[in-house]
């Protein structure tokens, strides 16, 4: 069954927009997505990745580097070394999903047994981080995952590369993905620590208005009733959408950031009081690629203000007098700092 289109998804702007700006630039550190069951989350990622342009990768390569310039720390390519760019073929970008039982073995790779037993040797069987390489991990009920997991893929997520020492192997390989989360707050928060790592944090929430319940309910029966033809319909704005993203890729090197735009990311972050300089940095990535996707050449205040709950409302500290929660907080901050 053909996924979900991106552009048929019903509302939940700040989602969709996050999304695009991690595909633009995957460097802004990833997406978390907290918000009711059913509501889209799962939906909106697999569409996105559906589409995406297919990529390059070379033949055989577990972790599907690109033939054009193989990573330097790529295993298989650096064994088959110039062979590996003369063959290749394309495939869908990849979207690997991290059950929450699974082990630490099954996630970084571990020594492969089969091979080990029948065959004597000592040989890396690749996990999930390898088959995600160039395309999104996508956790479900992330803030149910054990916290060492979660450290650990924070890690890799912010170098690329996974690093594997056990059972007497010592390897290295290519781990470069977007990473997106999603839960329920519900059913338990984050750790302070690990949400300030994801670039992005979205709340989305069930639609109160009348019509676009009735919108949604529409077109996800209309979808399970004929995927094809339902898809069919949205083919010419997803093509749009499509072109759109690649467009915003070539442009995003060009695309400047102000000093004033800076500066004024540094005054909201002082006014909210975050710690350390990852806000001030997210907000200047989420602006330029949110510009280039405007098809702008540079990055304005507006594109501050469109962000900035997005970027922002997950790294502020508690503050027990405050009772507001951290989006309206962020609001009250852009409001002051930035006004219209």
């Not at 170098?159 to 329920?184: C, I, K, Q, W, Y």
């Not at 790294?315 to 962020?330: F, H, K, Q």
Request: with cysteine; aromatic share 4%.
């Amino acid at each position: 069954m053909p996924a979900f289109p991106f552009t048929a998804i019903v509302a939940q702007e700040e989602m969709k927009r996050a999304l695009l700006i991690a595909a633009v630039d995957p460097t802004v550190g990833g997406v978390l997505v907290f918000g009711d069951r059913g509501t889209g989350k799962s939906t909106a990622i697999r569409a996105l990745a559906a589409l995406l342009p297919k990529i390059r990768a070379v033949v055989d390569c577990p972790y599907s580097c690109s033939p054009d310039s193989p990573a330097s720390d790529c295993p298989h390519c650096a064994q088959a070394g110039g062979k590996a760019r003369g063959k290749s073929h394309t495939i869908p970008v990849p979207v690997v999903d991290l059950p929450l039982g699974a082990t630490e073995d099954r996630v970084v790779g571990a020594l492969d047994l089969e091979r080990a037993l029948t065959r004597g040797e000592k040989a890396f069987e690749p996990g999930l981080l390898a088959r995600a390489n160039r395309g999104f991990l996508y956790i479900d009920e992330v803030n149910l995952l054990e916290d060492h997991l979660v450290d650990l893929l924070l890690d890799v997520a912010a170098s690329g590369v996974n690093t594997v020492e056990r059972e007497g192997l010592s390897l290295r390989h290519p781990a470069r993905f977007v990473l997106v989360g999603s839960g329920n707050p519900e059913e338990g928060e984050l750790r302070p620590q690990l949400l300030d790592r994801f670039g992005l944090a979205c709340e989305v929430g069930t639609p109160t208005e009348i019509a676009t319940r009735i919108e949604v309910v529409r077109r996800r029966d209309a979808y399970e009733r004929d995927p094809d033809g339902f898809c069919a319909t949205h083919a010419a704005s997803e093509r749009a959408l499509q072109k759109r993203i690649v467009a915003a890729r070539e442009r995003l090197g060009t695309v400047a950031v102000p000093d004033a735009v800076l500066e004024a990311a540094a005054k909201l972050c002082l006014a909210l009081g975050t710690d350390g300089l990852r806000g001030e940095l997210t907000l200047m990535r989420t602006a330029r690629a949110l510009a280039a996707l405007d098809g702008a050449e540079t990055a304005g205040i507006d594109h501050l203000r469109q962000i900035a709950p997005s970027a922002l409302r997950h790294r502020l500290r508690r503050n027990p007098l405050d009772e507001s929660g951290s989006t309206a907080r962020v609001a009250r901050a852009v409001a002051e700092v930035l006004p219209a």
